[in-house]
């Protein structure tokens, strides 16, 4: 591939940012990275300042919802370095979503060479902060022309980045969903689909109208088994067993899931990827021996649960001084900080 074009910003941006203060994905850095496909290819991608875009109000992204993306993060470490966690893995999953919604494949040198070019540029924007990051937002979606329910045949991936803060803060109450689903048996579930999240809205809703944060998904057949947390893989802990569901058509792969999968497992910690009844969990919650719940992924990293309601009754978990949570939380994020040993190959330097 030919060196990107880039165009600077005249203005940055960067100095009206309070750094100590950021919330999460509501602020932009000064950069983007367009790449447009057409004519049966793509072409060269490009990175200009971040900015506004005119569509056409024909483009199915509006109609047909050809929409995925994904979502990584930038470090920094305490010298200034900059990395990146598992880059390939988001990569390689962009395209299998790309192929589930009939969208074209991304090379990967596009995607590779233009993400590291883009942090490079824009590298003060990464931040220090204990917790905080870049985080990183490759999507594509269709902006070709036309009211027929057909593909698009134009294109346009991009890359944008929104300094910050952590996720979530506090406690998370969830419910187990018993009517609503996010996903079905030859669905998209397993693709990050922009759609999986719009149609998740609604019953989040709802939850949260009964006093819980998050929606504990189960299958989308008997409702008996559990699946992901929100938009979350799901980890559950049985005395000192860690399981979470294994992937299919409805779970999403998460890079979260399996890395921790391969921590736990080389702390020693006992790990079994299994179907999760949902009576399983209520059982262990009323003998003791459900010890912890948490979601996994990019954005919150791990997200603790402290209690969930089912069938109108609500389960607390106990509170544990070394929780899995926290010591699989430290594990990874030593890792992407760059403070601790990376025995897997994980990380991948930017600057
Ligand atoms: C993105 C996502 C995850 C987490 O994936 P990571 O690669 O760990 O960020 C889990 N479940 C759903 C539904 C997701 O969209």
């Not at 494949?105 to 942090?119: A, S």
């Not at 010890?291 to 791990?302: I, L, R, S």
């Amino acid at each position: 591939m030919n060196k990107i074009a880039v165009e600077r910003t005249k203005r940055s941006r960067i100095d009206s940012v309070d750094f100590n203060n950021l919330a999460f994905g509501s602020v932009f850095a000064d950069h983007m990275l367009v790449c447009d496909y057409k004519n049966g290819q793509w072409g060269a991608p490009k990175i200009t300042p971040y900015q506004s875009m005119e569509l056409d109000p024909s483009a199915k992204i509006f109609h047909y919802g050809q929409s995925i993306f994904e979502g990584m993060k930038a470090y920094k470490d305490d010298e200034g370095g900059v990395w990146l966690f598992r880059p390939e893995e988001n990569q390689r999953r962009l395209n299998i979503s790309a192929k589930r919604l009939a969208m074209p494949e991304l090379p990967k040198e596009i995607f590779m060479e233009g993400l590291v070019t883009l942090l490079q540029i824009d590298r003060d924007w990464v931040p220090r902060k204990e917790g905080s990051s870049l985080y990183v937002r490759p999507f594509m979606f269709a902006s070709g022309k036309g009211f027929h329910a057909s593909p698009a045949d134009e294109f346009r991936f991009m890359i944008a980045l929104a300094p910050s803060g952590p996720y979530f803060s506090g406690k998370v109450s969830v419910l187990i969903e018993e009517r609503y689903s996010r996903a079905a048996n030859g669905g998209v579930g397993f693709a990050k689909a922009g759609g999986n999240y719009a149609a998740q809205f609604y019953p989040t809703q709802l939850a949260v109208e009964k006093g819980y944060n998050q929606i504990i998904w189960t299958d989308d057949n008997t409702h008996e088994y559990i699946e992901e947390a929100g938009a979350m893989n799901i980890f559950i802990r049985i005395n000192d067993t860690l399981i979470t569901a294994p992937t299919n058509d409805r779970i999403l792969d998460g890079i979260t899931r399996k890395s921790i999968l391969d921590i736990a497992a080389d702390m020693g910690i006992e790990t079994e990827v299994r179907k999760i009844a949902v009576a399983e969990v209520i059982e262990a919650a009323k003998d003791g021996s459900l010890k912890e719940m948490f979601g996994a992924g990019t954005a919150a990293v791990v997200s603790p649960i402290s209690s969930f309601g089912y069938k109108e009754v609500d389960y607390d978990l106990p509170e544990l001084g070394k929780s899995y949570a926290t010591i699989l939380k430290k594990r990874i994020t030593d890792i992407q900080y760059n403070r601790g040993e990376d025995k897997f190959g994980w990380r991948f330097r930017v600057v």
